[in-house]
């Protein structure tokens, strides 16, 4: 079964700051997808990003940036500059591409304050 | 383009009520799922279809019915509210060629005392 594993529950941050989010995934599936969305106080889900398990190149859109690594099974999120609208809980999350339901992490809730 | 809708947005229930949650979606899309979002537990699945007429159990089934009688309509079920269902409820909805795309809608409060 497949199991994501965010073992960060709540950072704090200075504005300003880089912050890195870790992901760790389990999965004995070799095609998969791997994602993470942002969940601000408003509540709803914004999506951020998705690599698929044949492309580990890393990706960079601003401000963010995100490090995939098969080797430790790892999708790790990188938030440079921290501002305050950053402040919201994020969810690593994984589809096999066979089975029919995204696997979300706990979340961890990043609170960037001035 | 209105994308996944869900009405209502908030709702509060008394121990044993019944209600049903509307989701819709217009992309003409065959999968349409329903997740529950608890404090520290992430979206968990509940149900999802694959198709109209089809519906199939999910992680955390148990209290909850669907129905899909229409292809952009998924229906979820509380016959008898428990204060254990208190949560946000998110529908989504996918290609069936691209299910791991999947668009959410902006969710529902639900609370039951």
């Known amino acids: 079964a497949q199991k994501v594993t965010q073992a960060q529950t709540e950072i704090s941050v200075v504005e300003k700051e880089d912050v890195t989010l870790d992901c760790v995934y389990e999965?004995?599936?070799?095609?998969?997808?791997l994602f993470w969305y942002k969940q601000p106080p408003s509540g709803e889900l914004v999506f951020l990003i998705r690599?698929?398990?044949?492309?580990?190149q890393n990706e960079i859109s601003g401000r963010y940036s995100w490090n995939f690594q098969k080797s430790t099974s790892s999708f790790n999120f990188t938030i440079t500059a921290s501002q305050v609208v950053d402040s919201a809980v994020y969810f690593c999350?994984?589809?096999?591409?066979?089975?029919?339901?995204?696997?979300f992490g706990t979340g961890t809730r990043l609170q960037v304050t001035l | 383009n209105a994308g996944v809708t869900q009405t209502p947005k908030f709702r509060v229930l008394k121990t044993g009520q019944s209600m049903t949650l509307l989701c819709a979606q217009d992309?003409?899309?065959?999968?349409m799922y329903w997740y529950r979002q608890d404090p520290g537990m992430g979206l968990r699945l509940i149900h999802y279809?694959?198709?109209?007429?089809?519906?199939a159990k999910g992680e955390v089934p148990d209290g909850y019915n669907v129905s899909r009688l229409k292809k952009q309509n998924f229906l979820l079920g509380l016959e008898s509210a428990a204060p254990s269902q208190t949560s946000v409820y998110f529908c989504?909805?996918?290609?069936?060629?691209?299910?791991?795309?999947?668009?959410f809608g902006p969710g529902t409060r639900l609370t039951v005392t």
């Open positions: 992309m003409n899309h065959e999968y």
């Open positions: 999350a994984f589809h096999s591409g066979t089975a029919s339901k995204l696997t």
């Open positions: 690599r698929n398990s044949f492309d580990e």
């Open positions: 999965t004995r599936d070799t095609t998969y997808y």
């Open positions: 989504a909805s996918s290609s069936s060629g691209r299910a791991y795309e999947q668009y």
């Open positions: 279809s694959v198709g109209e007429g089809t519906t």
